[in-house]
C-alpha cells in the first residue's frame, strides 16, 4: 500500500465500523458512488460500468446488477463466509495499489478547451471508472495505468454530477498536496462558489481555486493525522455532491446561468457573479 491506503486502511481498522456499514465505508473512501438503505448497500447509477467489473475482481464480494432504478445500478454483497467484512473493506482500499498519479479525463472530446460553446454543451460531464479491471480473481488488484488515487477517486467521480469536468487528478499519496486539474476555463469558478457554498466545511485542509485546477493541503505538517484530516475533508465536500437534491439545484442554477450569456463568451467577472446569484438562490 501506498501512504494514503495506509493511513485509511489503520483508520477502518480501529473505526469500530461493522457489516454494511463498513463496507460503505471502504467503498466510499475508495471512490464508488455507494449508498446505504434498509435493503442492503448499493452501487449508484452515475457509476460506471467498469467499477462493476472491478468489485467482481476482489474474492468475498458479489455485485448484483439491477435494471430499472432511477438510483441505483447494482448490489454490493458479502458472499465468503472464511474471510471478514473488514479483510475486503481493506482489500477494497488496496485497490490498484502502487498507482503513480495519471487519471481519466472528465471529458475527453473538450479536455483543455477554453470554448465557451463547448463549455455549454457539457451536460454533466463523463462518468469515469476508478479504474481498468484487470487481475480479476485476486484479492487485491494491482494496475498500473488509469487508476483514479484513493484520495481524491469519489470527488473526482462526483465533480460530473456537479457539472465539473475533470483532466488530471493526484491525491499526493500522503507525501504532497492533492491536485486536480480541471477541463474548462470556467470549471474552477463554478466549482468554487459550489464548494463556498455547500461544502466549506474543511477545517483540517485548505483548497486553492484557480481557473483550471483545485489544490487541496493539510493544514499543517504532512503527518498521519494531517493527511487523514484532509482526506476526511475531501470526503465530506464529495458526499455533499452525492446527494440528490443537491445535484438538481446545481443542475438548475447551472442551466439559469447558461441562459443569460447564450452563445456569449462572458469575463470571468460576469460569470462568477452570476453563478453566485444562481446557486444562491438555490441554496437559500
Known sequence: MNRTQRITSDWLLQSGLTGDELLLEALLRRGFLAFRDEAGVWLGTGSHPLDLDVLRGV???????????????????????????????????????GYSSFTTCGIPDFRGSTEWNSYRKM??????PIGPATNRGVDCQTVRSGALDLGVALLVKVFPLARIATSFSCDGHGEKEADIWLSFDWDGLWGK???????????NSIWNWSD???????????????????????QHFARCLLHQPTIDKIGRARTRTLAVFGESRPSTERFAKEVRIQINEEFT
Open 59 to 97: 474474492r468475498g464480494l458479489k455485485i448484483e446488477r439491477v435494471f430499472g432504478h432511477k438510483d441505483r445500478m447494482a448490489r454490493v454483497n458479502i458472499n465468503d463466509a472464511k474471510k471478514s467484512t473488514m479483510d475486503i473493506a481493506i482489500c477494497i482500499v488496496a485497490l490498484f495499489d
Open 123 to 128: 451536460a454533466w460531464g463523463a462518468k469515469l
Open 193 to 203: 462558489i459550489v464548494f463556498e457554498t455547500i461544502g466549506n466545511d474543511a477545517p
Open 212 to 234: 483550471r485546477a483545485v489544490t487541496i493541503a493539510p493544514r499543517g505538517e504532512f503527518g498521519d493525522a494531517e493527511i487523514f484530516g484532509m482526506l476526511t475533508d475531501i
